[in-house]
């Protein structure tokens, strides 16, 4: 009985050191990007990403939103290509895994964002239709 109640016991232990607190690496995210810390938020993004994909895999909601949050830092200090590249991945890993999450209204918008900031109003608003359709039917 003294066996089975250690094994419980450590294997309790074990489990909760083996997750990741995802919630909290998006906290500390946020708080650096709304400091203006972009290097900062990236490197808490990095971190997130590998973790998401090493205990949840690339289908992972955390993953999608990973690779957002990636991208976010990248426009802010106006490297376009770069935060295309991520949120582009984003956008087609919520569609693919997490059709209807408002993250990926969240990651639509955002790329909205990013064409219409280079000029190409038409595709922008593809993005932001498809954005408004998630919303709504996600939020009501």
Known sequence: ??????TIVLFCVLQ???????NAFKERYIDYRKS???DS??????KMNKSALAEQGDTSYWYALSMRYLGNPYYSKGNIDSALYFWEISAELFKKNHPEHPDYASSLNNLGSLYS??????KA?????E??????KALG
């Open 125 to 129: 608003e593809e993005y932001f239709l």
């Open 131 to 136: 954005a408004m359709k998630i919303y709504k």
């Open 117 to 122: 900031g280079i000029y190409d109003y038409k």
């Open 1 to 6: 009985m003294r066996f089975l109640t250690i």
């Open 36 to 38: 203006s810390l972009q």
């Open 41 to 46: 938020a990236l490197l808490v993004a990095r």
């Open 16 to 22: 909760s050191h083996s997750q990741t607190d995802f």
